[in-house]
């Protein structure tokens, strides 16, 4: 089957990289969706001079901290930005880290949720002034920025339900990286806030472009434009927090965590093929444009028609009271 040259039309730009793999991993899809993937080049190579080796490399030479990941037999994984003499801010190793955590869970079949968090209390502070510095032509950053939004886009499609445990602060990549996630849990106390203007930047890491999704373009425009600290309260109001953190169990590190897990528990109850369709429908919805969204979401249905789930949903012959 050749795809005509309206798909072709409507493909134009959109190009399927790793999320696409996955959506196919494992999967039973149709004839037209394996098309829609084959050959279409990744997303993610496609700025000028970037080269990843090379990017990998120079970010290499600023070491410091970590980014530690925990799969659970839950399915819930915990990804822990771990820095926390910067403020868990990113040096260069931990970017390259970030995208090698990404790899693995995009490898984890049996995976159904995914909680971010920062270590000793602290979301994050962006990324690490003295790597900044080192690299602060404008080649240098472009090649940083084109690493960050490819990892941070695979991280935003994986077939997981993400949420960034929001504590302390999370500052200007710090907020972009909260973007990254399906939701976003506040503590009691915490701010989110994208810190760019004040740095003379604006956000690079597709924190820009994912917040006007998630808010709106004005208060995407109001957030960016005053630097404005976003609280819990404000965060709900604005879309931004889709929940607070109890304050008796928050600020106290494995309780968040654990609120945090109950808090997710609630949409990632099931088995995981059907939740990770879940999310692969709406990554699609979200991010294609209809007729190929409405092609994908058959396909993914597919995947989970006459399933196991399936099967002993009427087996049982469920009631939904
Ligand atoms: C495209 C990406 C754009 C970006 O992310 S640019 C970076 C944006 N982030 C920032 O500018 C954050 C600057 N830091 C701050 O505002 C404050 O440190 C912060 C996070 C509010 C915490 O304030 P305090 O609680 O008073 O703590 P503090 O200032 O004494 O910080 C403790 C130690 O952490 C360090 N730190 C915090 N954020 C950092 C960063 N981003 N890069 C490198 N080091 C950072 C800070 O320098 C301090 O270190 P030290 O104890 O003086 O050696």
């Not at 997710?264 to 190929?292: D, F, M, N, Q």
Request: proline content about 3%; some cysteine; aromatic content about 4%.
């Amino acid at each position: 089957m050749v795809l005509s040259a309206a798909r072709q039309h409507l493909l134009g730009g959109i190009r399927l990289g790793a999320w696409g793999q996955h959506l196919l991993r494992g999967s039973r899809l149709g004839a037209w969706g394996q098309h829609l993937l084959g050959g279409i080049g990744s997303v993610y190579t496609d700025a000028k001079g970037f080269q990843e080796k090379e990017i990998r490399e120079k970010l290499q030479a600023f070491p410091g901290g970590s980014i530690d990941l925990v799969k659970q037999e839950s399915g819930i994984a915990v990804l822990t930005v771990n820095n926390p003499a910067r403020m868990n801010a990113f040096s260069g190793s931990m970017m390259v880290e970030l995208e090698e955590r990404v790899s693995q869970l995009e490898e984890w079949t049996e995976g159904k949720g995914l909680i971010i968090q920062g270590a000793a209390g602290t979301f994050c502070s962006g990324s690490d002034l003295n790597a900044v510095r080192a690299i602060s032509n404008p080649q240098d950053g472009m090649k940083m920025c084109t690493f960050m939004q490819n990892a941070l886009t695979r991280l935003l499609r994986l077939p997981l339900l993400s949420v960034a445990l929001v504590e302390g602060n999370a500052l200007g990549g710090g907020a972009e990286l909260t973007t990254a996630c399906d939701f976003r849990l506040m503590a009691p106390g915490s701010v989110i806030q994208f810190v760019h203007k004040h740095m003379g930047l604006v956000p690079g890491w597709g924190g820009a472009a994912r917040l006007v999704r998630i808010v709106g373009g004005q208060n995407a425009l109001k957030m960016l434009g005053g630097a404005l600290k976003i609280d819990p309260e404000m965060g709900l109001q604005i879309g931004l927090a889709d929940g607070v953190l109890e304050g008796s169990l928050a600020g106290s590190g494995a309780n968040a965590l654990l609120e945090a897990e109950q808090w997710l528990g609630c949409y990632t109850t099931g088995p995981a093929p059907v939740i990770r369709a879940i999310k692969s429908v709406v990554v699609s919805g979200r991010e294609l444009p209809l007729e190929v969204a409405l092609r994908t979401e058959r396909d993914v249905f597919g995947t989970v028609w006459g399933g196991p789930a399936n099967l002993q949903a009427l087996a049982t012959k469920a009631k939904h009271k």
